[in-house]
């Protein structure tokens, strides 16, 4: 199993990108998954996670300006990134709770994508 991101980039201020993340490999189930982001020398940060009902939530400092959406079918989740700022620079990553066949058993994980950067710059 494993997660692939994708969409990052440059971009000037005000500017939007939509980032993209897919699930592959013998999974069952994907339950919440979400993006996170890591400016340089600061902490990760959530950013918006969506349920594998559909039920969303994102942080104040995007709320407005960027829709996490999903696609079930697809194993793949979106970043609709709008209204870009400088303060947005950041390696993003994708993050998915994954159930998958292991053999003949069932195993649950926290699986993250490799990371794609996206720098608002003009």
């Known amino acids: 199993v494993q997660l692939q991101a994708s969409g990052g980039g440059l971009v000037q201020p005000g500017g939007s990108l939509r980032l993209s993340c897919a699930a592959s490999g013998s999974i069952l189930r994907i339950d919440n998954m979400g993006w996170y982001r890591q400016a340089p020398g600061k902490q990760r940060e959530l950013v918006a996670y969506?349920?594998?009902?559909?039920?969303?939530n994102a942080a104040d400092s995007v709320k407005g300006r960027f829709t996490i959406s999903r696609d079930n079918a697809k194993n793949t989740v979106y970043l609709q990134m709008n209204s870009l700022k400088p303060e947005d620079t950041a390696v993003y990553y994708c993050n998915a709770v994954i159930t998958y066949y292991s053999g003949s058993s069932l195993t649950s994980e926290d699986y993250w994508g490799q990371g794609t950067l996206v720098t608002v710059s003009s």
């Open positions: 969506i349920t594998r009902a559909g039920t969303t």
